[in-house]
């Protein structure tokens, strides 16, 4: 799966931002989609996560509320929309997919097998 992520830029605080993530091919809808985030110097972070139909998400605790996922599997497409961006929102953004272990409904944090190559939201202050 080739994951190309776009839509990320400067946005001032307290701004909105929409970035994408495109997954040519016929088996985007076979994937749990999630997103996640690395600051200079620090750890890559989870940020959101969106089961195969769309139907459940789950976030952060530091997004939660601002943040939101989204998916278009007609599309192949992921979507996180960002409002009330804070300068610590700063980062290169990720989205990766994954298969769920049986019984569960997201990927571990772990269990994301594809990953697309980031795109960089700044915010400024």
């Known amino acids: 799966v080739q994951l190309q992520a776009s839509g990320g830029g400067l946005v001032q605080a307290g701004g909105s931002l929409r970035i994408s993530c495109a997954a040519p091919g016929r088996t985007f809808s076979r994937y749990a989609m999630g997103w996640f985030r690395q600051a200079p110097r620090k750890e890559r972070e989870f940020v959101a996560t969106i089961t195969r139909s769309g139907s459940d998400t789950y976030y952060a605790d530091y997004v939660k509320g601002r943040f939101t996922i989204s998916r278009d599997n007609a599309k192949n497409t992921v979507y996180l929309q960002m409002n009330s961006l804070k300068p610590d929102d700063t980062a290169v953004y990720y989205c990766?997919?994954?298969?769920?272990?049986?019984?569960?409904?997201?990927?571990?944090?772990?269990?994301?097998?594809?990953w697309g190559q980031g795109t960089q939201v700044t915010v400024s202050s």
């Open positions: 990766a997919a994954g298969v769920p272990l049986s019984g569960s409904l997201y990927p571990e944090t772990d269990g994301y097998d594809y």
